[in-house]
């Protein structure tokens, strides 16, 4: 990836307060990430983090041109 490429991102927990975190700041995460979409989808890279000590499954990939 190169630094001004569009990603197609995901994230996933199964915590209802991050959830709802993600949902609310949506547009926010999409605009600071380059994301053309968030979903909860599943793509080729991935990493699993703890956001206050909440799982959260965060994964990208390219998104098309």
């Known amino acids: 990836l190169n630094v001004d490429d569009r990603i197609a991102l995901s994230l996933k ?6 959830a709802k975190a993600i949902h609310d700041h949506q547009a ?3 605009s600071e990430t380059l994301a053309s979409t968030v979903t909860d989808e599943s793509y080729a890279f991935s990493v699993e983090v ?6 959260l499954s965060i994964s990208l990939e390219k998104a098309p041109s």
Not at 13 to 18: A, N
């Open 13 to 18: 927990t199964s915590s209802e307060q991050l």
């Open 28 to 30: 926010d995460i999409a």
């Open 50 to 55: 703890s956001v206050e000590g909440e799982s």
